[in-house]
């Protein structure tokens, strides 16, 4: 048996055909769901790209307890559990985050990986001369991170060097090489669509345009204030790189085809979020609430134990279920702390796996779904306090914590899931941004689009009872409740 799981990072549902799209280029996706199951109600868990990275080895949510990290001590790896039951685990990526401070202890779970150099402002080639060329834009970037994309974009300038299909050929490369050999998973794992939407020549023909402003590929994480035009240019950007994005899809589709891997592979094609691009007047993730363009995803899976194709699934599935879903395929045992139920029988018949899902970003809202309605509750004090990381690997995005931030440092009691190690309790950031916004209920049902907030007693006192009854099965900590303005179970199991 063998399984490869191919996952883009900010892939958009709204932008693929499958779900709807008429006017983005992506047959390879289309082609995809004739050959799989696509799943309707494929929710986020832990925001953005290395907790839900965490999720993806871990099988639980994290951003209760945890903001962006790596790999912690006592974290439970779905590739080294493979690894250890004589499952081969192969990784290429040109996801830059996995080589820096906040990510470093992914890749080398498992058995060998491969890294891609380039993407964003991947701190790669260096090039002194102060005068290199740097186009006017109106980029999210400036400065010294603006000029690294740039020389990185200087040494990609064919499409054969672009990151994307480089980490494709890798890809390649290895089913070709290992494909009589049996046992082993491939993780293939573009940094693309994620912006900046650097996509070849080709795939911007595809989307003709009479823009005439300063380059502009690169969002910013704020509200629109661009006009109209600008707007519509940063789609046509996005959907260039997605249909880039397919074409590479479509390679892999036509190699399984040409060594009829379908009878014994399974394939998974996911991401980890999606990304606003102009909808609810803003641009990116993480600043505003997580409306469904952002937390629900696309995802494709095929099982040749069943070999369901062409079929929808609306099951409310997550990504904690894929490292389960992998771990039951190769038959190894789920670790107690895994929360992810495996998908065959979902993918089978469409069994369900959950009544609500629960996601969010740590320090922001805490939403939960249960495939209908979307509640997202907000902080209740606008210094969105008391917050705390809960951790042994003290490291944000690119950095560790600074000495200032760890000055009021306890250690805290082992957690449930700890595995009897005691961790730092950290005070957290005070993000304030979700308490401006305040507690959202949608019925998306009747607004798909989450135009229009309800106001529903009784449907929020259900969301928020299943709200909290999750949150205490993910052992989330008490001042988590506190923040919420929620009843804390677990003050109330303490009483005599």
């Given amino acids: 048996m063998r399984a490869i799981m191919v996952m883009f990072d900010s892939l958009n549902r709204r932008m693929l055909s499958p779900y709807g799209c008429d006017w983005v280029h992506t047959p390879n996706f289309q082609r995809l769901a004739e050959h799989s199951a ?45 690894r250890n039951h004589e499952v081969y685990t192969h990784l290429v990526s040109d996801h830059q985050h996995y080589w820096e401070d906040g990510g470093c202890t992914y890749h080398h779970r498992y058995s060998t990986w491969e890294i891609v150099r380039g993407q964003e402002g991947d701190r790669w080639k260096a090039d002194l001369n102060p005068d290199f060329p740097i186009p006017e834009s109106d980029n999210n970037k ?34 070709e090489t290992n494909q009589r050999c049996d046992n082993w998973f491939l993780q293939i794992e573009t940094f693309d669509p994620h912006e900046p939407y650097y996509a070849s020549q080709r795939f911007r023909d595809m989307y003709p345009s009479d823009y005439e402003g ?58 980890d979020h999606g990304f606003l691009l102009g909808e609810h007047d803003w641009w990116a993730k993480c600043a505003m609430p997580f409306y469904n363009e952002v937390a629900n995803t696309p995802l494709f899976i095929w099982d040749p134990r069943c070999g ?141 689009g989450q135009k229009a907030p309800i106001h529903d007693p009784a449907v929020e006192e259900r969301m928020a009872t299943l709200m909290t009854e999750i949150m205490q099965a993910n052992h989330a900590p008490p001042e988590q409740f506190e923040r919420l303005g929620l009843p804390c179970p677990c003050a109330e199991s303490e009483r005599p």
């Fill in 38 to 82: 696509t799943f309707d109600k494929s929710f986020v868990g832990s925001m953005p790209c290395m907790p839900a990275r965490r999720e993806l080895h871990t099988g639980r949510y994290n951003f209760l307890h945890r903001s962006w990290g790596p790999l912690e001590p006592f974290d439970d790896s779905a590739p080294e559990i493979l």
């Fill in 214 to 271: 300063p380059h502009w590929d690169w969002p910013p994480y704020a509200q629109v204030s661009q006009p109209p035009a600008a707007v519509a240019q940063m789609r046509r950007e996005s959907a260039a790189l997605h249909s880039m994005c397919d074409e590479n899809l479509g390679r892999v589709l036509d190699l399984m085809d040409d060594l009829d891997l379908w009878q014994d592979t399974m394939l998974i094609i996911n991401t």
């Fill in 308 to 448: 369901i194709r062409n079929e929808r699934r609306q099951a409310l599935v997550q990504t904690i279920d894929l490292p389960a879903t992998l771990l039951d395929y190769f038959g190894c045992p789920l670790p107690p702390d895994m929360q992810g139920i495996p998908l065959g029988e979902t993918v089978a018949n469409d069994a369900p796996v959950r009544e609500v899902a629960l996601y969010g970003i740590h320090g922001g809202h805490v939403n939960c779904t249960d495939g209908r309605y979307v509640y997202m509750r907000a902080p209740i004090s606008p210094d969105n306090t008391p917050l705390n990381e809960y951790t042994l690997m003290p490291t944000h995005m690119r950095a560790p914590f600074s000495p200032a931030e760890l000055q009021d440092t306890t250690m805290a009691a082992p957690l449930a899931f700890t595995k009897g190690c005691p961790v730092m309790k950290i005070p957290g950031r005070k993000q304030s941004s979700a308490h401006s916004f305040g507690t959202l209920l949608f019925d998306t049902a009747v607004d798909p």
């Fill in 142 to 175: 400036r400065g010294k991170w603006a000029r690294q994309d740039w020389i990185n974009r200087s040494h990609m300038a064919d499409e054969e060097s672009h990151c994307q299909n480089r980490t494709f050929n890798l890809g390649l490369e290895f089913i």
